[in-house]
């Protein structure tokens, strides 16, 4: 597959260290979000969905799959 500038391949082992670093970092702010946004779930469940992916959920609900 040619890639393009800019363009890298995301292995799924790769994309689960992502998906950590990313929970790990909203997961520190969610609190401030939820305080002055206590309505909106959107932020909490995409941590879930962080966490869930780190962790090794797989499926089309992620679209995480191996090649």
């Known amino acids: 597959m040619a890639m393009g500038t800019g363009d890298f391949e995301l292995t799924v082992d790769r994309l689960r260290v992502v998906a950590r670093y990313v929970a790990e970092a ?5 609190p401030v979000f939820e305080a002055a946004h206590p309505n909106d779930p959107r932020p909490r469940a ?4 962080a966490w869930d992916i780190a962790n090794g959920a797989k499926g089309p609900a992620y679209n995480v799959s191996q090649p």
């Open 46 to 49: 995409a941590v879930d969905a």
């Open 26 to 30: 909203a997961q520190e702010v969610l």
